[in-house]
């Protein structure tokens, strides 16, 4: 008996279904680009993990999903690199109660990172098509919490302000003062800070009531922070 089940299973090919390739390949992501790099907040590890990372980009980005690097979304923009969008969601510190601002939805991947973590998350896109797809597969993927605006997110969203954090995710030659503004008294926000095309600045933006501090944490390259009349 156990012999035929021996052959049985020898005769059977392994197939491993498309989605548990992405399985393995998140896995192993999650280790080995995330942990392995010093993330330790547990929940932003576990939006990490949970978030289909290929779901986000084109089609024929798919097999490098995965990969240690950013991958072109079209309109000549980029989903970031697995380690910055965690470390960016890190540094905030979310919380579950918390409402977090992102300016530049993009493909919505790192919204998606945020709604695992947080109450209500709201983000702002300039190029209509990203931000109507975004929606779209935010909607579709059962996020509830993540809305989606097309604007220029320099102005940040008043109607939901103030926000506990806010994550910029394309290069601002200055720190727009509407997002400071829009701030919540002991808020963070994160935010690449520089010349468009050359390396930039990650900082670090905190509000202790008047007191405003910035700190730089890494040299970093976005795309540009585009403003509505370019
Ligand atoms: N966070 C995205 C990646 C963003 S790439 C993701 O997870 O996929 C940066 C995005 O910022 C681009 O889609 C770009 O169109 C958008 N962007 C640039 N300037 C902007 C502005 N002023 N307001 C809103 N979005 C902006």
């Known amino acids: ?26 896995e192993r992501m999650v280790r080995q680009q995330i942990i392995n790099r010093g993330i330790e907040h547990r929940p932003t590890i576990e939006a990490m993990r ?28 980029t989903i970031s690199q697995p380690y910055i969008v965690a470390f960016m969601t890190e540094i905030v510190q979310p919380e579950p109660h918390h409402r977090v601002l992102e300016i530049g939805a993009g493909s919505g991947y790192q919204a998606a990172v945020l709604a695992e973590i947080v109450d209500e998350v709201y983000t702002i896109e300039i190029i209509p098509e990203l931000g109507e797809t975004a929606a779209a597969r935010l909607r579709g993927l059962g996020y509830n919490n993540a809305e989606v605006k097309i604007a220029d997110g320099y102005y940040g969203w008043e109607e ?3 926000f506990d954090a806010i994550v910029v995710t394309a290069a601002a030659e200055h720190i727009p003062p509407p ?13 690449p800070v520089g010349s468009p095309f050359f390396v930039q600045q990650l900082m670090l933006v905190e509000k202790k009531g008047e007191d405003i501090t910035t700190r730089n944490l890494m040299p970093v390259r976005f795309v540009p922070f585009r403003r509505a009349e370019d």
């Open 179 to 191: 997002l400071v503004d829009q701030l919540k008294d002991g808020g963070k926000m994160v935010i």
């Open 1 to 26: 008996m156990l012999r035929i089940a021996a052959l049985i299973l020898l005769l059977c090919p392994v197939v491993l279904l498309p989605d548990d390739r992405y399985d393995q390949q998140r």
């Open 160 to 162: 939901h302000a103030p």
């Open 50 to 77: 949970a978030v289909r990372r290929h779901i986000f980009v084109p089609e024929a980005q798919k097999r490098n999903a995965y990969h240690d690097g950013p991958l072109p979304i079209g309109y000549g923009q």
